[in-house]
């Protein structure tokens, strides 16, 4: 049995990517080796931004053989009035293979057929990996593909090289411009090769010695978390991991190194929620939080380099997040500033969806059928007053500045502005779920007001459109 590689190097493809080209490749080898009647063991798939490896173990090198019945021309086509051959039987045979004299007659529902059995299969399974290769290749889907040179391939970046050995001996093909062989690339810093691979066993261990990279994603994500994990305890905190997030860095690197770094303690006064958006959405890197569930004056991030000067590295990353915070400190004075009568006039000035009229329109809307809900349906459970009041208020922080720079905090603004500027805890609350669930995965609002002005908003639009 033999062990079966192939390696696609590309330019580096989005993180979002990867899990999708991972799957896509298992089930398209597996398909493809099952339709070939190739026999083979385990089926492996893994991905770095420049890379997708698929690996396949326990390779019979020949192809699988079995007897097949084949079915010809009506018996009545096949003879002629004195049983001699017809040029069709004769032709039917020679097509397959056989003498005339192997012809059998068989019996369907039809009728009367002739028939033979031959014997297929038995083909050199590098030849058909190299097939099978440019044919699953060039049918992967991705969300954007693109173009390069003066090449008609589309892919989602630029081929650069492809690995392909069943045990030691290349499987020949070509895509587009490019040409399967035995080098492959590694880490553009750590290992840029060209390194030859003299056995399909040896990619990982060529890739991982020499390139200077972790192949798989799930070592990647334990270098990650690991080295987090370490880090952050050693200050007296643990990282706030996020499933996405860290699905999207590891995705993003190749050689994995995780680095701690700080942030001025004065931002603290800005909420939790702007600052690990801040960190989360504008620089990939995690919040770390105290023993008491606080936030501490650090966060974690994820190189894709081990720097000869870490301070310096560690400096670069202190200064850009500084200039996140600062605007969002900015913001979150500015808007304290301001109120919701203000925020309510300015909602007046912004389209909804054509006749459906303006954001406030919208709001007041809301304020009517949250009363009635309240009122009618919460059977007393919620004050009609704060009901109407979360309606009323629901769409505020979208012209506030805070939302306008960071817009996935809408809401949740909102309901950190309504406990500021003395709304009620059941509005605040409400606000602050009022987009809840927002997925499969989504948690529902906790509060009955929270549901009330969630439905009451979804089907203010749906009705409306």
């Not at 698929?54 to 021309?73: S, T």
């Not at 606080?294 to 966060?299: E, G, Q, S």
């Amino acid at each position: 049995m033999a062990t079966f590689v192939l390696e696609i190097g590309s330019e580096e493809l989005p993180a979002r990517f990867l899990a999708g080209e991972e799957a896509e490749l298992a089930a398209r080898f597996t398909a493809a080796l099952q339709e070939a009647s190739v026999e083979h063991g385990a089926l492996r798939t893994m991905s770095t931004p420049r890379r997708a490896i698929v690996i396949i173990e326990d390779v019979n090198p020949v192809q699988q053989e079995r007897e097949e019945e084949v079915a010809g021309p009506p018996v009545r086509v096949a003879f002629a009035a004195d049983g001699k051959p017809t040029k069709a039987l004769e032709g039917f045979a020679r097509t397959n293979g056989v003498s005339v004299d192997d012809v059998y007659r068989i019996t369907t529902e039809k009728g009367e057929y002739v028939a033979v059995r031959k014997r297929i299969g038995g083909a050199a399974v590098a030849d058909l990996l190299a097939e099978i290769c440019p044919a699953v290749i060039t049918s992967l889907p991705f969300g954007k593909r693109m173009r390069w040179g003066s090449n008609t391939l589309a892919y989602a970046r630029p081929l650069r090289w492809i690995v392909a050995l069943l045990d030691d001996a290349v499987v020949p093909f070509t895509v587009g411009p490019v040409a399967s062989g035995r080098e492959t690339m590694g880490h553009r810093i750590h290992g840029h090769g060209p390194f030859s691979v003299a056995h399909a066993n040896e990619l990982l261990a060529v890739l991982a010695d020499k390139g200077g990279l972790t192949p798989d994603a799930a070592d990647r994500r334990k270098v990650i978390v690991e080295g987090g994990d370490a880090q952050a305890a050693a200050i007296g905190g643990k990282v706030l991991w996020r499933d996405g997030l860290l699905d999207e860095v590891q995705g993003l690197t190749e050689h994995p190194v995780p680095l701690l770094a700080d942030f001025d303690p004065s931002y603290l006064e800005v909420p939790r929620e702007v600052l690990l958006t801040s960190m989360e959405s504008h620089q990939k890197s995690f919040g770390i939080e105290a023993a008491d569930g606080t936030l501490m004056p650090h966060f974690l991030t994820v190189l894709n380099i081990s720097p000869e000067d870490m301070s310096l590295v560690k400096h670069g990353w202190e200064r850009v997040l500084r200039a996140r915070l600062e605007d969002a400190r900015f913001f979150w004075h500015a808007d304290l500033r301001d109120n919701f009568d203000y925020w309510l006039e300015k909602l007046d000035h912004v389209i909804f969806i054509g006749r459906l009229g303006t954001m406030g329109e919208k709001t007041r809307r809301l304020e009517a059928l949250c009363r009635w809900l309240a009122e009618n349906v919460a059977q007393g459970k919620v004050s009609a007053e704060d009901a109407a009041r979360a309606g009323r208020l629901s769409k505020a922080d979208l012209v506030t500045g805070m939302v306008g720079e960071f817009d996935t905090l809408q809401g949740i603004m909102g309901g950190i502005y309504a406990e500021r500027k003395g709304e009620t805890p059941v509005v605040a609350q409400a606000l602050r779920e009022q987009y809840l669930p927002a997925g499969p995965d989504s948690p529902v609002p906790a509060s009955l007001c929270g549901a009330l002005l969630s439905m009451a908003d979804k089907a203010d639009t749906l009705v409306g459109c």
